[in-house]
């Protein structure tokens, strides 16, 4: 039975049973962060491990009547440092997540993805997933990818499709309803997403791409809005109710998330996935809402057990995804410094 989730706080409900899942948070000498950490721990969703600067943090917490067990604090004096620090404990079993503090991402997601760190997964894209309330739409909405991959080909759109399809999943809703956004909803060859979309929709239907409805070339409105599907004359099972939108590319994607948080209040939990553990992927000016339940979606895909993997476990890692979807070189996804 799928499971009805309208709001960040249903997802934060969601998890209220599962033990706390320790958290590295790397960089966490920033009060708006350990406000958060203090809520998180407080409702029981964490066991932090705070890795920067311990008199800066522990200056910090004083400022919010925060307590911290010295024993909770991994010394770090660099932004580097921290990252490093913070990988090697999650490689190592020593936390089961991590979360950005007041970091650069290129330098945490540096870390994160250096080969030292052990942290990949053969075969699988790392990508971003932003779940995403809208106080105007009836259901939580994921969006992928605003974060990570700057300009996917067709073949890593079909893993950062999977990867969101996973998430979704994993948080109950048995088939998530996919859109491929574009400009226009028909093919035109002249728009590289119209048919990347319309491929990744056949994908999905032979079983390719595992787990969901997925439908495009969809614009914006259509996703979302039945009123506007109808009008437009479209015949969908993902139009008006989209679960899920994928979106061209980097830039789209970013500027999609940023509207509808800035322009239509909406509240985006980030998170990071396709590694051995969900990272929180926070922005320095998040809202502590979001940041908490960027927290509990990490605790629900990243229980405190020795594998990581999402759960339920899918049954895609071992069929024709791997052979159809390598992974585009690194070198032409990744945000650098300065980008």
Known sequence: MTTKLETLDDLIE???AAPPVRVGIVCAEQREVLETVHDAQARG???PLLIGDPDAIAEKAREIGFEIDPDAVVAAWSEEQAAATGAGLLGGGGVDTLM????HTDVFMKALLSSSANLRVPGRRVSHVFIADIPAYPRLLA????AVNIAPDLTAKAQILQNAIDVMRSLGIERPKAAILSAVE???VLIESTTDAAA??????RGQIKGAEVDGPLAFDNAVSMKAAEVKGIA??????????????????NILAKNLEYLAGATLAGLVVGLKAPIVLSSRADPPAARLA???????????????QLRPALDHTDDALDGCCAPMPEEACFPKAGA
């Open 200 to 205: 990744l929709s056949v994908m999905a239907r």
């Open 236 to 253: 969908s099972p993902v139009a008006g109710a989209a679960d899920i939108v994928l979106t061209p590319d980097l830039v789209s994607g």
């Open 294 to 308: 960027a927290l509990a979606l990490a605790r629900k895909l990243a229980p405190p057990e020795p594998e990581y």
């Open 143 to 146: 969006i992928t990818d605003a």
């Open 100 to 103: 950005k503090g007041f970091i």
């Open 14 to 16: 969601l998890t209220k």
């Open 45 to 47: 969703l964490i066991r």
């Open 186 to 188: 028909t093919v035109n």
